[in-house]
C-alpha cells in the first residue's frame, strides 16, 4: 500500500507558477512510478506527467510541454510538479498516482491522492 498526499494547490493569475507537492507513505518510494493527473470541471480526468522511479525517465502530456517540470526526492519520499506559464485552462483538480511501472502509472494508476485545487485566473 502507498498513500499519497498533494499539497501546494491555489489560486494564481494567468502566466504564474506553483509548485504542487506529493508526500508518499508506505513501501519504499524509489519503487515506485510516480504521475501527476488532472481533472477540469465537466471533463474526464487527464494525464499531465510522469516519473520513473530513479528520476530519470519523464514523459509530459503535450499540453504542459515545455511549461511543467516533474521530479522527484526519494530521500523525501516526495514527488514534484512544477508549473510556470499557467494558464486558466489549467485550472482543475490535480492528483499525484503512483504504480510499480511507468505504463502503468501513466495509464491506469493503483494509488491516488485525493488531490489539491488549482485555479489560473485570466
Known amino acids: 500500500q502507498v498513500q499519497l498526499v498533494e499539497s501546494g494547490g491555489g489560486l494564481v493569475q494567468a502566466g504564474g507558477s506553483l509548485r504542487l507537492s506529493c508526500a508518499a507513505s508506505g513501501r519504499t518510494f524509489s519503487n515506485y512510478a510516480m504521475a501527476w493527473f488532472r481533472q477540469a470541471p465537466g471533463k474526464e480526468r487527464e494525464f499531465v506527467a510522469a516519473i520513473g522511479g530513479n528520476g530519470r525517465i519523464t514523459y509530459y502530456a503535450d499540453s504542459v510541454k515545455g511549461r511543467f517540470t516533474i521530479s522527484r526526492d526519494n530521500a523525501k519520499n516526495r514527488v514534484y510538479l512544477q508549473m510556470n506559464n499557467l494558464r486558466p485552462e489549467d485550472t482543475a483538480v490535480y492528483y499525484c498516482?503512483?504504480?510499480?511501472?511507468?505504463?502503468?502509472?501513466?495509464?491506469?494508476?493503483?494509488?491516488w491522492g485525493r488531490g489539491t485545487q488549482v485555479t489560473v485566473s485570466s
Open positions: 498516482a503512483a504504480d510499480n511501472s511507468l505504463s502503468d502509472v501513466r495509464s491506469a494508476p493503483t494509488y
